[in-house]
Each structure stands twice: as C-alpha cells, then as structure tokens.
C-alpha cells in the first residue's frame, strides 16, 4: 500500500477559474476527509465522507466549493471561481472506521489563485 | 465547537536536549489526541496518538501525556536529533472531525 494519494501536487490558476482536486484513499479505507491548511496555521476541517455518503460539512466549505466520492473510493474537490482567499494546502486524509479511525493524510495540492 | 491551543510557537533546542510541547482544549467529549509532525511541502505525518481512556504512551524517544480533567496534552521528544526538526501539531478528536492546534516550529541545533 503507497498511502494516500493525491493530484496534482501544485496548482496556479487565475481568480474566477475552476479547479478540481483528486484523492486516492489507502485501500480498503472507508473514510475520506478533507482539511485546508493556509501558512502558518494547523490544518481545517472541511468535509468528509464514509463509503460514498457525505456525513459532515464546515461552515468554512461555502457553497463555491464541492465534493464527492461516487464510488466510496476515490474523491474529488471541486471549487468554482476561485478567489485569492481560495489559496492554500488542501488536504485529503483517510481512516477505516471500526478500527482505531486513525487518519493519515496524503502530501496535499497546494493551489494558487493570481 | 472544539478549540485547541498549542504552546510555544518555535522551540529551539540543542541536539541531545529534550522537547515538550504543550496543548489544551475545549471539548471534554474530546476522546483521541494525535500529534502530527509535518516537514515542510509534506502532508502531515502521524507520530503518537493518545485515546482518552489512557494517560500515558511512549514509543522509543516519543511520550504523550494525557490530563482530562485539566483538558491538557503534552509531547515529548528525548534526546532529540537534527531530523526531528519540522512542524509539530497536536489535535483533538470529537467523533470524527479533527481539530488542530496551530503548530509549534522545532529546531534542533547541532
């Protein structure tokens, strides 16, 4: 097992454009999660999945921004019209729920917004 | 919600020395405590957790303390080497959702 995976690594693009982010979990993990880091501070939870279903959403995931797991393996982070504030680390963690829900968490995307 | 402080910001210690980092938190539903060490343009790293029903765990050079009712939470780094300098979080769980501290920066001098 390689561990969680994520793509692409970095990310520029131009405010108003859109992006979408990957994340490959570790096998077999049924729990996905993604966080936002910004420099210099911890990492902020945005959202996460079991199997396929979405249980928790935070305020800071407006409504610009979008995530989904089809198949409960394999996510997607979709955030529309980007905006300079949209410029971070983004995140993505994985856990088997019913052992010890440890998560581990993939080298992350770092996106830029000009 | 949950809300972790984490103390100091920087610690700068000589090869050899010891390390503690210190956080606090909010939520006394809080029930697991990982600490993360993140080197720079990586994803952060788990390096000891704690569960809420335990008040101590070491492995090898790493401890992790645990008071609930102070809602406190301590690593510890002994005889500490150039490598282990990075970024170290700590974090509490409620349910599922992480809540991280804002980091301390470690460096180890020669």
């Known amino acids: 097992d390689t561990g969680v995976s994520q793509d692409p690594r970095h990310k520029i693009t131009k405010r108003g454009q859109n992006v979408t982010f990957r994340c490959d979990p570790i096998?077999?993990?049924?729990?996905l999660y993604w966080y936002r880091q910004t420099l210099g501070q911890g990492p902020e939870f945005l959202t996460y999945?079991?199997?396929?279903?979405?249980?928790?959403k935070s305020r800071l995931l407006s409504d610009r921004f979008s995530a989904e797991r089809p198949k409960g393996s394999f996510s997607t982070l979709e955030i529309q019209r980007t905006e300079q504030g949209d410029s971070a680390m983004y995140l993505c963690?994985?856990?088997?729920?019913?052992?010890?829900?440890?998560?581990?968490f993939g080298p992350g995307t770092r996106l830029t917004v000009l | 919600g949950e809300n972790v402080e984490q103390h100091p910001s920087t610690l700068s210690v000589q090869e050899g020395d010891s390390a503690v980092i210190k956080c606090t938190y909010s939520?006394?539903?809080?029930?697991?405590f990982p600490w993360y060490k993140q080197e720079l343009g990586k994803g952060p790293q788990l390096i000891i957790d704690?569960?809420?029903?335990?008040g101590e765990k070491k492995d090898q050079r790493i401890a992790v303390t645990l008071n609930k009712t102070a809602k406190h939470f301590s690593l510890h780094i002994t005889e500490t080497q150039p490598e282990d300098s990075a970024v170290y979080f700590c974090?509490?769980?409620?349910?599922?959702?992480?809540?991280f501290g804002t980091g301390t920066r470690l460096q180890v001098t020669l």
């Open positions: 939520d006394s539903a809080s029930n697991y």
């Open positions: 704690i569960r809420s029903n335990v």
């Open positions: 963690a994985s856990s088997l729920n019913g052992g010890a829900d440890t998560q581990y």
């Open positions: 096998s077999e993990h049924n729990r």
């Open positions: 974090a509490a769980r409620v349910f599922s959702k992480l809540t």
């Open positions: 999945f079991q199997n396929e279903a979405q249980l928790e």
